[in-house]
């Protein structure tokens, strides 16, 4: 495999010198390579095809935000949080049973929907001190398929750990398989993601005290049959004796909401499976779920190509589709050894640095830039003098803050363009103190930047004169420069680009479906849309028709 291009280290080099037009791509550095390597390629070499730079970045700028985590749902990281103390959970079952190794929930809503029955009861406890939690990205509570890759790397060894998803019961196993797991670390539970951001707690005895407990007005569902459908009762309300409950066939298993308690007046309340899904999205975007901080020194990531055995397999796979199912023995062992040291090592090691924050800033520079650059490129041409003008100007202001005076136009002028853009927001940061993890993210973004400046920049050499050129060939170069965006666009995938368009109403909120093991959700692209879910009761998962 050639070695990725680090564009901190292009920043070393002593010369910025080639011609546009360059046949190869610059050769890889590993992603954690250290600062200060001189090499000598040119700003204006493209990316390899096998670089992961921009996979890393979008599952960095995505940690705990649930839009692009349902949009992206087969999770690739690996993260130690944290939770403050004084922080709220929830937990909801069908009695009053006291948990011991449970599900809790950050948004009531969600466990309300387990506080099913005249007897379902609600509790909400807070934390007493902080938190030591592991972080799964991606929709790594939605029980099958590469959702749990993550999971079963780091707890099993193998991909996958089970062929077909064995109901609520393969759940209890996992949850007492990673408390057993994570003893060792004194990890107190493991966050996850579903209709919501979800915490599989390993002792409810420690780290929390209790607030309240309410036998719920109404709650979830009344399940159409409860004998086939316990199990489906489990995830927040039972206990380790229905370990192995069977989960007979997995239809849509609620029914009618719980009664009314005697005295009610009025009608009845209706049903709040909507509700769950509706809270979720309260998180959908940057900053996410705030409660929960995240060690981004310890961002463990599948896209790192150190994992060398994942490199062929993801060439012929969408984005959507790339698992963890070819990984090597060595690789498993690798990633097992680098999250035992990460857990073991002091949680102040490491820069300090936010790196999300980072690469949300990075995002707030140029996501609305390149989508209205792609906008003027795919206008009809009509007059094309005005329309390179238009662009010219665009591609002016996105490089205004890195265009010296001196040396206009010539090749170093161009290159400290382009150098000026790709370096300013990582050249000043102190990888001195970079945990191995920060060297990865680092990498991500510097190739990220490269990518963005280079394109930017090669449009800006070619549309400096543009306004003296022919008809002919300000056509010509019209169509390459939207070609050029249109790609950068789709390789960039930014989150920030996610999202319902027109914006929802006031009476909807913006939802994206995910793929839950009930029919009627299905995974193929077009169901998978973000769309605006009105704020109206629902009987069913919002992703069904």
């Keep these: 495999m050639r070695d990725m291009v680090a564009w901190h280290l292009l920043l070393a080099a002593h010369a910025v010198s080639a011609t546009f037009n360059s046949a190869q791509p610059a050769p890889q550095l590993p992603l954690d390579a250290p600062s ?6 040119s700003w204006d070499e493209p990316i390899d095809k096998d670089a992961t730079g921009n996979l890393i970045f979008q ?3 995505s940690l705990m935000q649930m839009m692009p985590n349902a949009w992206y749902p087969n999770g690739h990281t690996i993260v130690r949080a944290s939770i403050p103390p004084g922080t709220l959970l929830y937990h909801g079952r069908r009695d009053a049973d006291y948990p011991t190794m449970d599900w809790t ?28 939690l ?9 029980k099958e398929g590469g959702v749990v890759d993550t999971q079963d790397v780091l707890i099993y060894g193998e991909v996958p750990h089970e062929e077909h998803w064995g109901g609520i019961a393969s759940e209890w196993r996992r949850l007492a398989d990673m408390c057993a797991w994570g003893k060792q670390y004194d990890i107190d539970g493991f966050i996850r993601m579903q209709a919501s951001f979800e915490i599989m707690y390993c ?5 929390l005290e209790l607030v309240s407990t309410i036998n719920t007005v109404t709650g979830g569902v009344i399940f159409k049959d409860p004998q086939s459908y316990r199990g489906n009762l489990m995830p927040l309300g039972t206990n380790d004796e229905k370990l192995e409950s069977p ?34 999205t309260w998180h959908n975007a940057f900053p996410g779920d705030t409660r929960v901080h995240l060690d981004l020194s310890s961002m463990i990531i599948f896209y790192d190509p150190a994992f060398r055995s994942l490199i062929e397999p993801r060439r012929s796979h969408k984005r959507e589709d790339h698992r963890l199912l070819n990984i090597s023995k060595e690789d498993i062992a690798a990633a097992q050894m680098d999250v035992d040291h990460v857990l073991r090592r002091d ?10 924050s980072l690469a949300q800033v990075i995002q707030d520079r140029f996501s609305d830039r390149l989508p209205y650059l792609d906008y003027l490129l795919h206008q009809p041409i009509t007059n094309v003098s005005e329309q390179v003008a238009d662009v010219r100007q665009q591609v002016i202001v996105s490089l205004i803050p890195y265009m010296p005076r001196a040396g206009v136009g010539e090749p170093a002028w161009y290159a400290a363009i382009a150098r000026g ?7 000043h940061l102190p990888a001195s103190r970079f945990t191995k993890q920060e060297h990865v993210l680092k990498a991500a973004v510097d190739e990220v930047l490269h990518e963005v400046c280079r394109v930017l920049t090669a449009t800006w050499r070619e549309a400096f004169d543009i306004e003296e050129q022919d008809t002919e060939t300000a056509e010509t170069l019209f169509m390459k420069w939207r070609d050029n965006i249109k790609a950068l666009i789709e390789w960039l995938d930014w989150q920030a680009w996610l999202g319902c368009s027109p914006a929802c109403n006031e009476d909807e909120y913006c939802f994206t479906p995910q793929y839950i093991p009930f029919p009627g959700s299905h995974r193929d692209k077009e169901n998978h849309l973000p769309r605006c879910m009105s704020m109206k009761p629902i009987d069913h998962y919002p992703g069904q028709s």
């Design 247 to 280: 989960s007979d066939h997995l239809d849509r298993p609620w029914t009618d909401p719980t009664p009314p308690p005697e005295s009610w007046k009025g009608s009845p309340p209706k049903p709040i499976v909507g509700e769950v899904w509706h809270a979720g």
């Design 203 to 207: 002792d409810f005895s420690k780290g």
């Design 36 to 41: 200060g390597i001189i090499t000598s390629h």
């Design 134 to 142: 592991l972080y799964f990205d991606g929709c790594s509570a939605t």
């Design 59 to 61: 599952s960095l700028a």
């Design 105 to 132: 929930s950050v948004d009531p809503e969600h466990s309300i929907w387990f506080s099913v029955g005249e007897n379902g009861t609600l509790f909400t406890f807070s934390t007493t001190r902080e938190l030591k």
């Design 347 to 356: 949680p102040g090691a490491g820069s300090g640095l936010d790196w999300q």
């Design 421 to 427: 853009c790709a370096m300013s927001f990582t050249s």
